[in-house]
Each structure stands twice: as structure tokens, then as C-alpha cells.
């Protein structure tokens, strides 16, 4: 059975514990919950009936990946941030000005991206043409990048926000940003060994 990453925090800066527990250990966790069923169903499931109409094995798999991608958006979200947040510096700031040209052209990018999406925004890191990009996903199995390393992801359903904002998105944005964690950004690019191309 998948384990539940618990947080490291309590209380971020304009994200309430309330809004954190809600989001973490009911949202969250129920997605790790479902994708260890998917999982479990999936080893009996009859293949012999599968078809592109319908069939419980076609199903399955069309679920798997929504539910799995609720787990790794929803961790890689709450990895990213961190109490009072630090400044991007680093090899992520490096990345970020030579690919858009300035740290404040990324983040009103970013920050437009989070206005005009419904589910998540992803910094990923595009393995095949070696570069950053900011990009929108509708809903957790749709708008991801095949090849890209996410690097940095910011959770836009209202379910984000809403018992600390109600419909005000641009003021969750607003706090998300109080509370990014760069730190370990720069650790994924390490992991990843992403560098600079020559």
C-alpha cells in the first residue's frame, strides 16, 4: 500500500491550517487511498474483454492515471513550499533568466497561467529541447508534457484555496508565491541532473 507523505509544516503564510489539513489529509490522501485500489483491481481485471467502448479494464486504466497524477501533483504542491518561503536564487534562477528572459517574466507568466487554469500549473523542465516551460493542466491526467521533470507545481482548483479565500484566486496566488520553497527546486535539478546546456 502506497504511504501518505505527511507535511512538514502546520501553517504556511496566508494558507491556514484549517485550508492545509483539509486539502493535505482528506483531498490528498484520498487520492493515494484510490490509486492503491486502482492498483489492487487492476491485478484481476479480465483482459480478454477489453475494448475502446467499455470494458472495467479500459476503465481502470483511464483512472489509473488520473489518481496516480493526484498523488504526484498533490506532493510535488506541497514539497514546494515551505513557511515564509526563501528567495529564487541558484541554478533555478539561472534557468528562469535564460529561458524567459527575466525572473519577473516567468512569474507573470506563472501567475497568468494560475488565472487561466482550472487545475494545476507546472514549471517542468523539458528534457528534449533542454529548457523550462510553464504549463497548464485542465485536470490532473490532462495538459502534462511527455519528457518534461516537474520542477515546481501550484495547485489552482478552488479546493486549494477556498476555505481561507472563498473565489479569490489572485490572493492565493498571492500567498502561494510568500511561501515557495526554492531550496528544493534546485534540489530537483540536482537529482534530475539537469545542467545548463554547454
Same mark, same amino acid.
Given at each position: ?23 493535505? *489529509? ?13 492498483? *489492487? ?28 497524477? =493526484? ?27 535564460? *529561458? ?13 497561467? =494560475?488565472?487561466?487554469?482550472? =487545475? ?23 495538459? =502534462? ?54
Amino acid at each position: 500500500m502506497r504511504e501518505i507523505k505527511k507535511l512538514t509544516y502546520s501553517e504556511l503564510n496566508g494558507l491556514s491550517s484549517k485550508q492545509l489539513a483539509e486539502h493535505h *489529509d482528506v483531498l490528498y490522501a484520498g487520492y493515494v487511498k484510490k490509486i492503491g485500489e486502482i492498483e *489492487d483491481k487492476l491485478k484481476t481485471a479480465d483482459l480478454s474483454v477489453a475494448n475502446a467502448t467499455y470494458s472495467e479494464f479500459g476503465e481502470l486504466k483511464r483512472e489509473e492515471t488520473f489518481a496516480l497524477n =493526484g498523488v504526484k501533483l498533490h506532493e510535488g504542491y506541497f514539497d514546494n513550499m515551505k513557511p515564509n518561503g526563501s528567495d529564487c536564487t541558484g541554478r533555478i534562477r539561472e534557468f528562469i533568466e535564460r *529561458d524567459f528572459g527575466s525572473y519577473e517574466a516567468w512569474e507573470k507568466e506563472f501567475r497568468a497561467a =494560475g488565472l487561466a487554469g482550472r =487545475g494545476w500549473v507546472v514549471l517542468g523542465y523539458d528534457l528534449d529541447e533542454q529548457k523550462l516551460r510553464n504549463v497548464l493542466c485542465d485536470a490532473h491526467n490532462h495538459g =502534462g508534457v511527455w519528457n518534461m521533470a516537474a520542477l515546481f507545481i501550484m495547485d489552482i482548483y478552488e479546493h486549494a484555496y477556498f476555505l481561507d479565500y472563498g473565489t479569490g484566486r489572485k490572493a492565493y496566488i498571492d500567498a502561494f508565491f510568500k511561501n515557495i520553497d526554492w531550496g528544493h527546486v534546485n534540489g530537483l535539478l540536482e537529482k534530475y541532473n539537469i545542467r545548463p546546456v554547454p
